[in-house]
């Protein structure tokens, strides 16, 4: 788009103060006819402004060095863009524009000479103190640094083929969306204004911090008389004084040798917590081989373990960068994604320790009652039921003929070991209230604590079924491997190892009559071994169902955009997730005429609004729905349903892969000892407040300066 067609674009302020005084309109110029209004300097010269804003003087004071500025707006400079208020006869540039706007008009009058027709987007200027801020992308609740340490830490680990799978088809897309990318027909040349707009969303954002240091030093152009204090006034800000230098005192003192001491105590302390965090994560990160699963991989509480560990390790930096971000312009938004990951994690230990008080409480009150009830679910549910179960296989099931001797062989098999595993139960009996107390002690140190207890529990308690269902499973699926091979002889076939097909062969007499035999034999057989199988894999898949919600319920705990969603319900602001365009009609805004500019002088105007959009919820909870779609994949998925009717052993889900939600808060690689301590010894020293100097009043208001009458600095008591 050319810049020469008459379009001008005047991104204006919707909450800037407006009165009918004359002013000079200070901002971005971005483009001939594509400016940013910044500000509204009234009742000064453009002239002046011009030479304030070319000295410095009214960036002056600022808290933070001024090219940062510079740098993250995109221009070198901030200029006069027009004036307001001002009558047709004052003669101005034409680049500039004219401004009319009253205190009860929403929308200014804006024209300029080189301009045919005018854009008037309107904007709201987010809150830097409020962490508020526009954004083109949505912001990232997630750390971006996962796909290279997760992928090495995958082959490290050894990656399920259904993961490799789904990560290698994610890869291949990239791939191919880049290749269509580069295959384009017609490829669009964004236009110079529409590679602007990330340069204008970083200038709105700075738009009322800027603003703010404007007003501040607006006060150097011309002269402002002030009325000079009366004598009781000044009694009252010497007694003021007096007390301040008191306060000032006490609080040197206390910065000085109070707060360096607990400081370096602290830190020391830290450190030693860091060093024996590395020593625990390393047991039970530790792996016997490369693709053997490491203890975290295995236990659920050996993973909530290290997930608090990480989280502890990674606080330190977390917090350095949030304490750096002070030494910077609250316009800078590059941090505010870590300070939502940061406050969100600290809450969610602070509920899961309440819950955890509160459950744990309960736990040691009831430990008896709570014991009794785990053992007679045991009894009941591990032992009874299976016992029955089986019993009731050994004989008809349902009118279903089965091979007796078969049912029976198998039944007192697994009868026998049952009543093994009871023995064995009723040894643990009595120390169950003792672990029952462990857990519930555990549980001040929060709510997922005794989750992942109870988790582990119930997996070594049913490890009995689990063991029956590999049996099962394993008997299952050679049968129906033997009945496929000796189909495949009934037929005059085999399989081709070599080539993976099945071929032709000749087999003699003998052979196809005994195959038949064995044939016919194991077939009748199969119905009794598909009946034991069944009823192990729906215990199996019933564990597996209460494991989940274990799991489910230690993400939520992990890992709950809580503050996200606060954050979402509170200040919608704070959480960008892009912008939108909407065009206006101007009559909502009321007229945008003014009766000093003739009609014929008005160009067409056209209002828009600009406006952010917030996160929506499926982005803030998209982790979750990765995490579902995952089970949903690994569990009923077509390939699951043939592994139980072919009798294949189905794995459980992989805990690195459950976990990752949990994980998408944390880093790829944790930062390292020394590394903790280079950051928390780089954290600047907090500024000492000094007393301010008391400067006589002259009699128009005015104070003399600090260096007055000569290159000496003098301070006048």
């Known amino acids: 788009m050319p810049e020469d067609d008459g379009l001008m674009r005047v991104f204006w302020p919707i909450d800037l103060p407006r009165s009918d005084c004359k002013g000079v309109v200070v901002g971005w110029r971005n483009s001939a006819l594509d400016v940013l209004v910044v500000a509204v300097l009234e009742e000064v010269e453009p002239r002046r402004v011009e030479s304030a804003l070319k000295l410095g003087n009214l960036l002056r004071n600022a808290p933070h060095p001024v090219s ?110 880049e290749k269509l990318k580069q295959h384009s027909v017609v490829k669009r040349i964004p236009s110079p204004k529409e590679r602007a707009l990330a340069t204008i969303v970083n200038q709105i954002n700075w738009a009322w911090e800027l603003e703010k240091l404007l007003q501040q030093n607006v006060s150097r152009i011309g002269t402002r008389p002030k009325r000079a204090l009366s004598v009781s006034e000044r009694v009252v800000e010497s007694a003021t004084t007096a007390r301040d230098m008191v306060l000032v005192w006490l609080w040197d003192m206390i910065t000085i040798y109070v707060l360096p001491v607990i400081k370096k105590l602290f830190v020391l302390g830290l450190i030693a917590h860091r060093v024996v965090a590395e020593m625990l994560l390393r047991i039970l990160e530790w792996r016997l081989r490369p693709r053997y699963a490491a203890l975290k991989d295995i236990s659920a509480t050996a993973q909530q373990v290290e997930i608090r560990l990480q989280q502890f390790c990674y606080w330190p930096m977390q917090y350095v960068t949030l304490r750096m971000r002070k030494n910077d312009w609250a316009s800078v938004t590059t941090s505010h994604p870590d300070y939502i990951r940061f406050y969100n994690s600290l809450w969610l230990v602070a509920n899961d320790v309440i819950i955890g008080m509160a459950f744990g409480s309960y736990i040691i009150e009831n430990a008896g009652w709570v014991a009794d009830q785990i053992s007679r679910l045991l009894t009941t549910y591990t032992v009874e039921a299976l016992q029955s179960s089986i019993s009731w296989l050994m004989g008809w099931p349902a009118g279903l003929k089965l091979n007796t001797e078969l049912a029976a062989f198998l039944g007192d098999l697994f009868l026998w070991v049952i009543e093994y595993w009871a023995s064995c139960i009723e040894t643990i009996r009595p120390m169950l209230p003792r672990i029952v107390l462990i857990i519930g002690f555990s549980s001040f140190a929060g709510a997922s604590m005794p989750l992942a207890l109870f988790s582990d529990l119930l997996s070594i308690l049913t490890i009995h079924i689990y063991s029956f269902y590999l049996a099962s499973a394993r008997i299952f699926h050679w049968q129906l491997n033997i009945l496929q091979s000796l189909f495949h002889l009934f037929r005059g076939k085999k399989h081709n190892v070599l080539r993976n097909r099945i071929d032709s062969c000749d087999y003699g007499l003998d052979q196809l009559l005994v195959g038949t035999i064995l044939f016919t034999v194991l077939f009748f057989l199969l119905p009794t071994v598909v009946v034991f199988y069944l009823n192990f894999a729906i215990a199996r898949m019933a564990i597996i169902l209460f494991k989940a919600c274990f799991d489910t319920a230690l993400s939520c705990l992990n890992h709950f955009p809580l503050f996200a969603l606060m954050l979402r319900v509170k200040d919608p602001k704070r959480l960008p997730g892009g912008i939108r365009f909407e065009l206006r009609d101007t009559q909502d805004f009321g007229a945008t005429s003014n009766d000093n500019i003739p009609l014929r002088q008005h160009p067409s105007t056209s209002v828009i609004s600009l406006q952010s959009i917030p996160l929506d919820f499926k982005s803030m909870f998209y982790q979750y729905f990765q995490m579902g779609n995952r089970i949903r994949k690994h569990y009923l998925s077509p390939r699951v349903a043939l592994c139980l009717l072919t009798g294949k052993f189905v794995p459980p889900l992989n805990r690195r892969n459950l976990y990752s939600l949990q994980y998408s808060m944390l880093p790829a690689k944790r930062a390292g000892v020394m590394e903790m301590w280079d950051a928390v010894n780089s954290l600047p020293a907090s500024k000492r407040k000094s007393m301010p100097i008391q400067v006589p009043i002259l009699a128009n208001g005015r104070r003399f300066p600090s260096n007055y009458g000569g290159g000496r600095s003098r301070s006048y008591g």
């Open 68 to 177: 940062r500025i510079y740098e993250q707006c995109g221009k070198s400079s901030i200029s006069v863009l027009g004036v307001s208020n001002t009558p047709d006869t004052v003669e101005v540039d034409s680049s500039w524009i004219r401004v009319a706007i009253t205190p009860n008009q929403r929308v200014p009058s804006v024209t300029c000479a080189r301009a045919s027709s005018i854009q008037i987007i309107l904007f709201e200027r987010p809150l830097p103190g409020r962490m508020q801020y526009m954004s083109l992308n949505p912001i990232a609740l997630a750390l971006g640094d996962k796909h290279d340490g997760f992928k090495q830490d995958f082959a490290d680990s050894g990656e399920e083929d259904d993961e490799k799978r789904e990560r290698l088809n994610k890869e291949k897309k990239r791939k191919l969306v």
